[in-house]
């Protein structure tokens, strides 16, 4: 009977080093992949967060505007035709910012903030029309009219800043 001991001994080491390199190969795979899910994650949490920060920034931007025309029109009632018209020119400017605002917001928010920015946009625009007509007529009719326009238009600044602050906290 022929010795098989060196056979034996060779299909044995060719079966160790087959199964080793294969599991080292296996291995290498595994954690390559386990890599690339990380750097996925990894990536797609800073997308969040740089969408998050824009977003916000998109709110607070629109949230400034917002306050900055309900401010600037809170004291003129009372005014003289000039200062009304003044006042007029005025509220213009802070209403063409906060349209630039609301724009980006239709850019960055989902439609429920998108919704409640339109709204504010919207109120402001009427409350250009209500400016107006009582620069052109400051009657006591009028004047009231302005000043319930600018109640309601302050109304809504406090649903979209809510529905701003719950949109972020959604992302």
Same mark, same amino acid.
């Given at each position: 009977?022929?010795?098989?001991?060196?056979?034996?001994?060779?299909?044995?080491? /060719?079966?160790?080093?087959?199964?080793?390199?294969? +599991?080292?190969?296996?291995?290498?795979?595994?954690?390559?992949?386990?890599?690339?899910?990380?750097?996925?994650?990894?990536?797609?949490?800073?997308?969040?967060?740089?969408?998050?920060?824009?977003?916000?920034?998109?709110?607070?931007?629109?949230?400034?505007?917002?306050?900055?025309?309900?401010?600037?029109?809170?004291?003129?009632?009372?005014?003289?035709?000039?200062?009304?018209?003044?006042? @007029?020119? +005025?509220?213009?400017?802070?209403?063409?910012?906060?349209?630039?605002?609301?724009?980006?917001? &239709?850019?960055?928010?989902?439609?429920? /903030?998108?919704?409640?920015?339109?709204?504010?946009?919207?109120?402001?625009?009427?409350?250009?029309?209500? @400016?107006? +007509?009582? +620069?052109?007529?400051?009657?006591?009719?009028?004047?009231? &009219?302005?000043?319930?326009?600018?109640?309601?238009?302050?109304? @809504?600044?406090?649903?979209?800043?809510?529905?701003?602050?719950?949109?972020?906290?959604?992302?």
């Amino acid at each position: 009977m022929p010795d098989n001991s060196l056979l034996v001994a060779a299909l044995t080491s /060719v079966t160790a080093i087959t199964a080793s390199s294969l +599991a080292s190969w296996l291995t290498s795979r595994g954690n390559a992949h386990a890599a690339r899910i990380q750097v996925n994650d990894a990536s797609a949490a800073q997308r969040r967060e740089g969408v998050r920060q824009t977003r916000r920034a998109a709110y607070l931007d629109l949230i400034e505007h917002a306050q900055a025309v309900a401010d600037g029109l809170r004291g003129v009632n009372g005014l003289s035709t000039t200062a009304y018209n003044a006042a @007029l020119t +005025a509220h213009r400017d802070r209403h063409q910012r906060l349209r630039r605002a609301a724009t980006l917001i &239709d850019l960055e928010g989902p439609s429920a /903030v998108q919704v409640a920015a339109s709204n504010l946009l919207i109120m402001s625009g009427t409350l250009s029309t209500a @400016l107006a +007509a009582t +620069a052109e007529n400051a009657s006591g009719e009028n004047r009231r &009219d302005f000043q319930e326009v600018l109640r309601c238009y302050i109304r @809504l600044i406090r649903p979209f800043v809510d529905t701003a602050a719950a949109a972020l906290d959604e992302t």
